[in-house]
């Protein structure tokens, strides 16, 4: 963790500082603070910590010293006493200090001459952290409450044997019907509707993606934990919709699955849908709705970025944070042939049943991340600086000719999605150079 300790306990000259200072304070949670067990395949001993809203994976000595002040608050003496006995040997006093300095977010510090055995809260000032959300963008739209209310009536879908079963056989017509079709592959892209067939079909792609968010939000519901808002985000370079599911952090692995899985279901559930409709009226319109959610299906299983195949497959595999992961092997191969020292990577602790389908899907990662970004700097931005000027002028001709026309909000769509993912580069681009720089201070 980065944030600054509660209370100094060293002076600028590296010396320690007063002892019976030390022995005076009370450590203990933050009001509210939950332990529950954690279902991790790196580390057994994990355990899962819910602080002031936000959901943390401790383990080792940390671990232990949390559980111990779980159940009130305790001096370091107190807190060794106790991790000794679970242990069979007893932690130095640095290790148990320099641990507790480092989960300055989660404990509170507080001094036993003042108030003895009371709770306090953290009274240094902390730095102002950069935010972690992985999206460029988060504005939440339907609020939780009236999302609550639709995941109440779809819950009885998201019965875990049902999701197996029917989500299958929705796959499995998915396929076959795009094998019977199979020339529709290439000419729906071709045949993309104008007017208000487009404003439609937009309202329609958007409505699926709606389902997509709710299919997770209803598995939370299912599994009894509770989901947030849905909203609009910028990920990566693209505009999308996302539900707040994070509780889903309580469940075992199995549970997770389900969560992580339910958007892939209901986008089944949709496109099945549309092919009905195809079936019935040869309609190119249904045809062009099918091939959307289709492709909503397949994006998200792609395991490479935080989507649904990456959470399932992280998941499946017991590690929490695939990315740090693979942050942490790539240092550690790095360090190997920079010839120096580094400590060994967790993943590579997990057995070998778990280990080597890790180690594969890291290499296909490298992979991925190669051909995403060659294709980003050699095609993507190239056509983008080409193409945009055209379209912006294109753009103010429509609104400036009839501002009121479907024309007129075709062309303000379409540069809007031209420039949405550009605005993500950019904001990544300014968020990484506003990390280094805190690291560097």
């Known amino acids: 963790m980065e944030s600054e300790s509660a209370v100094t306990v060293a002076q600028e000259d590296g010396r320690v500082a007063d002892v019976d200072y030390l022995q005076s304070r009370v450590y203990s949670l933050p009001p509210g603070t939950t332990i529950i067990n954690f279902d991790s395949a790196t580390n057994k001993e994990s355990v899962l910590v819910v602080s002031r809203g936000k959901y943390y994976e401790v383990s ?89 209310s639709i995941t109440r009536l779809l819950s009885p879908v998201m019965a875990p044997s049902l ?10 017509l998915q396929s076959v019907f795009w094998y019977l079709h199979r020339g529709l592959l290439e000419s729906v892209p071709k045949h993309l509707p104008g007017g208000i067939e487009w404003v439609l079909l937009a309202i329609a792609s958007y409505a699926g993606l709606f389902l997509h968010e709710l299919g997770h939000a209803t598995a939370c519901r299912r599994q009894g934990v509770k989901h947030g808002p849905i909203g609009f985000a910028i990920y990566l370079i693209f505009p999308a ?16 699955i389900q969560v992580d899985s339910g958007g892939i279901y209901m986008s089944l559930i949709a496109a099945t849908t549309a092919s009905y409709f195809f079936v019935l009226t040869h309609l190119v319109f249904w045809a062009i709705l099918v091939w959307i959610y289709d492709f909503t299906v397949i994006a998200n299983l792609i395991p490479f970025v ?71 700097c050699i095609r993507y931005l190239p056509y983008w600086l ?38 993500g580069i950019t904001l990544y681009a300014l968020r990484l150079i506003r990390r280094l720089a805190q690291r560097a201070s």
């Open 60 to 148: 080792g000595l940390a671990s232990r010293i949390l559980l111990s002040i779980n159940i009130c608050p305790k001096t370091l003496s107190e807190i060794s006493h106790d991790v000794s006995a679970v242990d069979g040997v007893c932690p130095s006093r640095e290790s148990l200090q320099h641990t507790l300095d480092r989960m300055a977010t989660l404990v509170d510090v507080g001094d036993s001459n003042v108030v003895a055995g009371a709770s306090m809260t953290m009274g240094s000032r902390k730095k102002r952290q950069v935010s972690k959300s992985y999206f460029a963008v988060r504005l939440p739209l339907l609020p939780s409450k009236y999302v609550r």
């Open 163 to 172: 999701m197996i079963w029917l989500g299958s056989v929705l796959f499995l």
């Open 241 to 256: 919709l996302y539900t707040d599911v994070t509780d889903a952090w309580r469940l075992p692995r199995r549970g997770r």
């Open 306 to 376: 935080r989507m649904d195949g990456y959470w399932i497959i992280s998941d499946i595999l017991g590690i929490s944070n695939l990315m740090a992961a693979n942050l942490e092997l790539t240092t550690w191969l790095l360090c190997l042939v920079a010839h120096r020292e580094h400590h060994r990577p967790r993943v590579l602790r997990l057995k070998s049943k778990l280990k080597w389908p890790y180690l594969i899907y890291y290499l296909l990662f490298l992979v991925f991340c190669f051909i995403s970004g060659a294709h980003v």
């Open 386 to 423: 080409h193409s945009f000027p055209g379209q912006l002028e294109y753009a103010r001709a429509a609104i400036a000719h009839t501002p009121l026309s479907i024309d007129a909000l075709m062309a303000v769509v379409r540069l809007t999605l031209a420039t949405i993912p550009i605005i």
